[in-house]
């Protein structure tokens, strides 16, 4: 039960020197954090572009699939079997 304990207290330690030995890099990274918030809050049109993009790629992709529609339907197609696992159309393309 006591090594447990000891072993608690030696990774605490270690991990207690490891934040003195980076704290100037870490105070660092906490002021970029500050500045990156403070630029985000400033620029509000930051947050609407991802969702525009969003919208736009779907109206992009219903776009894509009527005109795959609208080419796959333009003719007739048949499907033959040419064995066990192999598929083939036929496209008869109409005048």
């Known amino acids: 039960m006591w090594w ?3 072993l608690s207290w030696v990774c605490a330690a270690i991990f207690f020197c490891y934040l003195l030995c980076n704290c100037k ?3 660092v990274s906490i002021q970029v954090i500050k500045v990156t918030a403070d630029f ?3 620029t509000k049109r930051l947050l609407l572009m ?3 993009f969003l919208f736009l790629g779907m109206l ?3 776009i894509w699939v009527t005109g795959l529609a609208c080419v796959a339907s333009i003719s007739e197609t048949d ?3 040419k064995g ?3 598929q083939a ?7």
């Open 4 to 6: 447990s304990m000891l």
């Open 25 to 27: 890099s870490l105070a």
């Open 40 to 42: 985000v809050a400033d």
């Open 50 to 52: 991802p969702v525009f």
């Open 60 to 62: 992009f992709f219903f």
């Open 79 to 81: 499907i033959v079997s």
């Open 84 to 86: 066990p696992g192999n």
């Open 89 to 95: 159309k036929i496209v008869e393309w109409s005048k």
